[in-house]
């Protein structure tokens, strides 16, 4: 497999320090990768859906447009949750604004080569999990779903109901307590009938969680302080909208 990155920043000296440490990375892993470099976010717009890299490092105070926009263009006109943004920038006040793209995380220049290689590794693990497979058991027949396709289980009188990202929903007997502990870290259980996948969450605040599909979900009050330490631990935004 080769990987594919991006990075988009108008210092170009950024850009080669960022595309060494990466490429070096994955000569580290004994991996391929293919890195290619914009350095306006229009430019990036224009080629980003051909390359369809998995990483991008993208800075915010881009000439013209700036990344910010290019984040949702990503998002909202290409329709493209899967791509793993980094946001990169000088700035720290950037938290609120950023979230609604859903990075996967924030860093700050100039980038230390420890924290991008531990950004890097943690994006990988990630990538594998989505590749992994829910598996359950209904009328005796097995079925299984790769978790990255999985937005929410629900749990309602000992069945529960799987919601996909592409809208479908499956149900089978069983209960949330039984699988909650084997699930990837990108899970998290909010109540004693919601798990949701931290991936699919659009916004959030204290007692609350607003799913990209437009549905929202309490969180019970003993689950708040785990449910903020598992949104941090994932890698994102580690303020309350």
């Known amino acids: 497999m080769i990987y594919k990155v991006a990075i988009c920043d108008d210092e170009i000296n950024q850009c080669a320090?960022?595309?060494k440490i990466i490429i070096e990375y994955f000569n580290n892993r004994?991996?391929?990768?293919?890195?290619?470099?914009?350095y306006d976010s229009m430019s990036l717009c224009i080629d980003i859906k051909e390359f369809n890299p998995q990483i991008l490092f993208l800075d915010i105070e881009l000439p013209g447009d700036n990344g910010v926009y290019a984040g949702k263009y990503i998002r909202e006109t290409l329709h493209n949750d899967r791509m793993n943004i980094v946001?990169?920038?000088?700035?720290?006040?950037?938290?609120?604004?950023l979230f609604q793209i859903h990075p996967y995380d924030f860093l700050i220049k100039p980038i230390d080569e420890n924290v991008l290689y531990d950004t890097?590794?943690?994006?990988?693990?990630?990538?594998d999990v989505q590749k992994k497979e829910f598996r359950y058991t209904y009328n005796k027949t097995g079925y299984s779903i790769p978790y990255g396709e999985i937005m929410l289980?629900?749990?309602?009188?000992?069945?529960?109901?799987?919601?996909?990202?592409?809208?479908?929903?499956?149900?089978y007997y069983g209960k949330l307590s039984?699988?909650?502990?084997?699930?990837?870290?990108?899970?998290?259980?909010?109540?004693?009938?919601?798990?949701?996948?931290?991936k699919c969450i659009k916004s959030w605040k204290s007692d609350a969680?607003?799913?990209?599909?437009?549905m929202e979900i309490s969180i019970a009050q003993s689950k708040r302080a785990s449910f903020k330490q598992a949104v941090f631990n994932y890698g994102r935004s580690k303020e309350v909208i």
């Open 17 to 19: 320090v960022l595309e």
């Open 30 to 38: 004994a991996e391929k990768c293919e890195v290619e470099v914009w």
């Open 87 to 97: 946001f990169i920038s000088h700035k720290t006040s950037y938290a609120m604004e």
């Open 120 to 127: 890097m590794t943690k994006i990988l693990q990630l990538e």
């Open 153 to 171: 289980f629900s749990s309602r009188n000992k069945t529960i109901t799987i919601c996909k990202t592409d809208g479908e929903s499956v149900s």
């Open 178 to 198: 039984d699988i909650v502990s084997n699930l990837p870290f990108q899970f998290v259980c909010i109540s004693k009938s919601y798990i949701v996948n931290i």
């Open 209 to 214: 969680v607003l799913l990209k599909n437009g």
